[in-house]
């Protein structure tokens, strides 16, 4: 994992995982986030559904989070968020080692993402962590005035 340098008078860092008593917090830092944020339903869908979603908390404060599906030999990242307030900081560094360790830990051979083509600052940051550009969704994510944006498609080898 990435050294990550925290002030001695930081509150403790750690993970949890997502629960429903603190949906209210994540669902307040999706909203800040994005301009089209995932619903109450997207995030307790993907509870429901068992797929893996934590929460990176510094003492009580959400730092940020991700939500991936796992696959037969593969991993699909479907949410990672820093908080607003947070974000050059290091914190999505920290969100992505977490969740590759997890994803080896389940033997997973690949991740995948999806990225909005006009996301160029999360697009470098996956890039630095070792992703690689493997295809385009067109249309694949709404935007403004009823317009659609293209994704891009990421994957990490975990296993090179």
């Known amino acids: 994992m990435s050294a990550v340098l ?88 920290v969100l992505l080692d977490a969740l590759a360790l997890w994803a080896r830990g389940r033997r997973a051979q690949w991740l995948w993402l999806e990225v909005r083509a006009s996301n160029e600052r999360a697009r470098l940051i996956y890039e630095t962590h070792g992703y690689r550009r493997v295809g385009e969704r067109k249309r ?3 935007a403004a005035h009823g317009q659609r944006e293209d994704a891009i498609v990421m994957s990490l080898n975990l296993w090179p």
């Open 140 to 142: 694949y994510y709404p």
């Open 6 to 93: 925290v002030p001695p008078h930081a509150p403790e860092v750690r993970f949890e995982p997502l629960t429903l008593a603190r949906l209210d917090q994540v669902l307040d830092v999706e909203q800040q986030a994005y301009t089209h944020p995932w619903s109450r339903g997207n995030f307790t869908d993907a509870m429901a559904s068992g797929y893996e979603a934590q929460l990176l908390l510094g003492g009580e404060e959400l730092l940020g989070y991700f939500v991936a599906m796992q696959g037969v030999d593969e991993v699909h990242l479907l949410n990672i968020t820093v908080a607003p307030r947070h974000q050059r900081q290091g914190w999505a560094r």
